[in-house]
Structure formats: structure tokens, C-alpha cells
């Protein structure tokens, strides 16, 4: 798999949204690589809620789309030249990839939570201008410090869920201690799916998963879930009495069933991103049931213990990619991962995109 530098392509194919609504496979040249930085072929890539945001609204919050844009930023593939600098993984190591650069901002921010620190830069994000291309590119030049080398038993396709169970893992260890204690995840899309996942790793009693419809929930029980409760019906949510809640729906209805499924004493995760401004939920529960609210926003080196759980064998993630295509059917899989009734995790695959294939 790996080449020479003379072999390499002077340009690659790569999913560009242009507007709302305006995804394109664009061709786009392969830039000088920075002396830090390593060429990764990729391999897959997730597609993630705010790809799909773009693609629908040229927008994901408050991130509007100002330039077209690469998206992605759940990648697997494999180095095929090393960085200039001699630093980093040698040609041919498969890698994962952390898409975070902490900013320069000079606001306070807690030293070992870079994931805080303003002016952060996120792979295929549109939140600073110019734009911060993502990795949905066959080939892709990444600064070495985002590249984490793969064991040989977490395959490339696996490997594409190791950002989002990254994320996963942050909320989960947000919760602090969850050995023997009873877990509801609130939302079974991909992230909710991965907490259910990362609970049952580290010893949930009892894990409850919560969404409108039936896929999800499927999918929640095949990574641990011991019980699925359909949205609609918040009596049976409420008297879970959960002691840690993780909320991953990402909207105030979902947050209203956290609230209300928590234990008196319980902890609240928020991790799926509400829409900004004010948001109708029964907050007066959390202060007489003293509730711990707390946020959740990507991650840090959880990563790494995503990648040792998944080389050890004790995260089980895959149930939760239900798709595949090709990056020639792009547009077919965003319409598929829009629909979660029927999709969890949908993959692009790059392999049999470049040229050398
Ligand atoms: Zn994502």
C-alpha cells in the first residue's frame, strides 16, 4: 500500500459541500505536505450528524458555510509518506485520527482539557474562516500529532468509529465512577449507541437505552443495552431512576427525559448539542433532586484508551455501522445517514478511489 513520493498523485477525489444542498465530489490537488505533516490514504470515513448539517443547511450551528468545504473528521487509512521532519508513523502504519487542534485563544480554559481551549480547530469545520478542511479526501496531508498507529487487530473499517466512541468515552468518563451503577442513555443514534457501548465496558449494572424508533434501539441492544424504552413513553423513562444519564439526542425534549429519568443525586451528561439559545426544559427537578448537570464536548486522549479497549477486544463497537458505499455513492449515503430510522453509523469507503488502484 505504501509509495514512493514520486508515485504519489497530484490530486485526489474528495466530498466538498459547496452550500446547502451542493455536495461534490470535486477533484482537489495534493498540497506540499508541511514538514510535520504525513500523507494518509484513507481509507473510511464516518459520515457524522454536523457532515450531514452542512450538506442540508450549509450550516452546523453556528458554523456557516462562508467557502466549499472538504467534510469528515471520522477517518481511518494508512500513511503513505511520512513527514518530511522524520517525526510520526513510517509509511504503511494504519492510523486513526485525532481532528482536534487546540487554539491560541487567550481565555482560561483548564490546562489538561485542551478540547476547551478557544480557538480550537476541528477537522471538516466550517467554525473559523478560512474553513478547516476535513478528511473526506483520498488523500489527505495531517500533522503527525493526529495520527495514532493502529494495532493489527482493530481493522480499518472499525477504526473509522474511533472518533465518535472517542467522543462517547468523554461523556461517559464525565459521569465520573459508573461501575455497578445503573446507566439510561437518552438517544440511540451513533454517539448514543457508543456510550451504551463504553458503559457495559466499564461495569454499568444495568444500562437502559432510549429513542423514538425501533432501528436504534436495535442497535443499542446489540452493543449492551438490558432495556429499550421507545421515547414516547416518558412513564416508563421517568421510573428508571437512573443514577447516571447520558443525553445524546441532542434536543430539549430528550433533555426533559434525562431530567426526569435521573435518581434523586443523580448525574445528567449532555453531549448531544442543542441548538443555540434558550431551551424549555424542567430544570426546577434537577435543583430539588439535586441532579449533576454536565456538559460534554469531543474529547482528549480518550482516544487512546478507545484504541486499546477496541485492541484488547473489550469495546464492542461494530454493530453500530449498519451502511457502506462507495465515495462515487456520496450523495446515496448522506440520504441514508439522514434517516435514522433505518441507519446507525453509515461509512464511505475511499479504497478503489485513487489512482494506484
Ligand atoms: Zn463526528
Avoid at 470535486?26 to 494518509?40: F, G, Q, T
Wanted: hydrophobic share 45%; with cysteine; glycine share 10%.
Amino acid at each position: 500500500m505504501s509509495m514512493d513520493s514520486e508515485s504519489l498523485p497530484a490530486s485526489g477525489p474528495a466530498l466538498v459541500a459547496h452550500a446547502a444542498g451542493d455536495l461534490r465530489i470535486d477533484d482537489i490537488p495534493l498540497a506540499r505536505p508541511a514538514a510535520d505533516e504525513a500523507v494518509v490514504e484513507v481509507s473510511y470515513g464516518g459520515i457524522c450528524g454536523s457532515d450531514l448539517h452542512y450538506w442540508l443547511h450549509g450550516a452546523a450551528g453556528e458554523s456557516i458555510l462562508k467557502a466549499p468545504l472538504v467534510l469528515g473528521h471520522e477517518i481511518s487509512g494508512v500513511v503513505v509518506r511520512p513527514a518530511a521532519g522524520g517525526a510520526g508513523p513510517q509509511a504503511g502504519t494504519a492510523v486513526a485520527v485525532h481532528p482536534a487542534t487546540p487554539g491560541p485563544g487567550a481565555a482560561k480554559y483548564p490546562a489538561d482539557r485542551p478540547n476547551l481551549s478557544p480557538g480550537c480547530t476541528y477537522l471538516g469545520s466550517a467554525a473559523r474562516y478560512p474553513h478547516t478542511d476535513g478528511a473526506f479526501s483520498r488523500y489527505v496531508n495531517l500533522p503527525v500529532r493526529m495520527l495514532r498507529p493502529l494495532p493489527d487487530s482493530i481493522d480499518l473499517r472499525t477504526a473509522a468509529l474511533i472518533e465518535p466512541a472517542s467522543v462517547a468515552w468523554h461523556a461517559v468518563s464525565r459521569a465520573g465512577d459508573i461501575k455497578g451503577k445503573s446507566a439510561l442513555v437518552i438517544g440511540s443514534g451513533p454517539i448514543g449507541a457508543l456510550a451504551v457501548a463504553v458503559l457495559k465496558r466499564g461495569g454499568a449494572a444495568r444500562i437502559t437505552a432510549v429513542d423514538l424508533h425501533a432501528k436504534p434501539l436495535e442497535i443499542a441492544a446489540a452493543v449492551g443495552a438490558d432495556q429499550v424504552i421507545n421515547a414516547a413513553d416518558t412513564a416508563a423513562i421517568e421510573a428508571v431512576e437512573a443514577d447516571v444519564v447520558i443525553e445524546s439526542s441532542g434536543n430539549h425534549h430528550g433533555l426533559a427525559s434525562a431530567v426526569r429519568g435521573a435518581v434523586r443525586g443523580g448525574t445528567v451528561v449532555m453531549v448531544g448539542l442543542l441548538p443555540t439559545g434558550m431551551q424549555p426544559v424542567p430544570i426546577s427537578l434537577a435543583i430539588t433532586r439535586e441532579l449533576e448537570l454536565k456538559g460534554s464536548f469531543r474529547f482528549n486522549d480518550e482516544i487512546d484508551d478507545v484504541i486499546a479497549a477496541l485492541a484488547d477486544g473489550s469495546l464492542d463497537i461494530e454493530p453500530v455501522i449498519t451502511h457502506e458505499f462507495p465515495l462515487a455513492d456520496a450523495l446515496h449515503a448522506f440520504e441514508v445517514a439522514k434517516d435514522s430510522t433505518t441507519s446507525g453509523k453509515v461509512l464511505l469507503s475511499f479504497d478503489g478511489e485513487g489512482p494506484d488502484q
